[in-house]
C-alpha cells in the first residue's frame, strides 16, 4: 500500500508541478489532495480485504483442529491395524501385521477410551459449535463401538476367517495402484501372517486360540451355519489368488511362507467349523 501511494504520489507530482505549473504552490495542494483522496478511496477496500483474510484464517483454523481430533483415533486405528495404513498409502506400515489377540484387543479399547476422555475435555475447551458437533460424532461412534464390541466378546462365538484376512492384508500392496517399490514388503507381511518369522504366531493360531476360548462359555451366540459356508466358499479362490497375486506382480522369495500358510489356511476351519456346529 506505502508503494502504492508513493508510485502515485510521484506521478502526480511530476504531472502538475513539472509538466503543468512548476512555480506555483496551488498544483502541490493538489498533488496533496489527490493522495489523500487516493489513500482514502484505496485504504476501506484494504482494511476490508484484511479484515477476510482474517476472517477466512480464522474460519478454517477450526477445520485443523477438527482433523487433528479424528486424526487421534486414526493413529489408534494404524497402530494396531498395519493394513490399514497402508492402505492409507503409508509406506511405513507395509512390513507390519495386526496381531488380533484378545489382549491386544483389549490394549486398543483400552487406548480409545482414554482417547474419549481426551475428546470429551477438549470438547468443553472448544467453543466453535462445528468442532463440538464433531467431537460429538466422534465420542458417540467410539462408544457404540465400546458396546458392540463388549456384546460381542461376551455373548458372540465369532466366526474369524484368516484366509480373506490375508489375502486383503496383502492384496493392499500387490496392487497396480501400488508404487512398485513398496510390493516387496507383501513377502514379509506373507512371513508374518504364516508365523515364519521370530515373534509372530501364526494368524490362524491366533483366531483358532480366540474361537476356542468362546467355546468353552455358556449362553453364547453362533454363527449361522449358512454364513459359515458362504465365506468359506471363497476361501479357495483367495488361497490360490494369493499366489497369483505374487506372480503377477513378479515378486521372489515368497514361495516358502506361501506353502505353509496354505496348509494352515486348508486346515484351520475343519477344526473350528465342527466345533461351532456341535
Known sequence: MISLLYSCFLYLLYFYILKKKPNTMMNLHKVVRCIALVAAAIFPFSTKSQSERLKTVSDTNWIARSNNYTKILLDIDKKYSPEFGSSQGLAQYDT????????????????????????????????????????????NSLQLDFRKQDFELRRKVSFLNATSRVFQGLQILLDDQTPAERRPAAIIRLSKYAGSINGYQPLTVIFKSRVQKQLQASNMIYPSKQQMEVELSRNASMVSGIEELFKKYRQTGWEQSYAIIKKQLDGIYNIIYININI
Do not use: G
Open 96 to 139: 507390519l501385521v495386526s496381531v488380533p489377540t484378545l489382549a491386544n484387543i483389549m490394549a486398543e479399547h483400552k487406548e480409545k477410551q482414554l482417547a474419549v476422555s481426551l475428546l470429551n475435555k477438549a470438547k468443553k475447551r472448544e467453543s466453535k459449535e462445528a468442532v463440538q458437533q464433531d467431537l460429538d460424532i466422534l465420542i
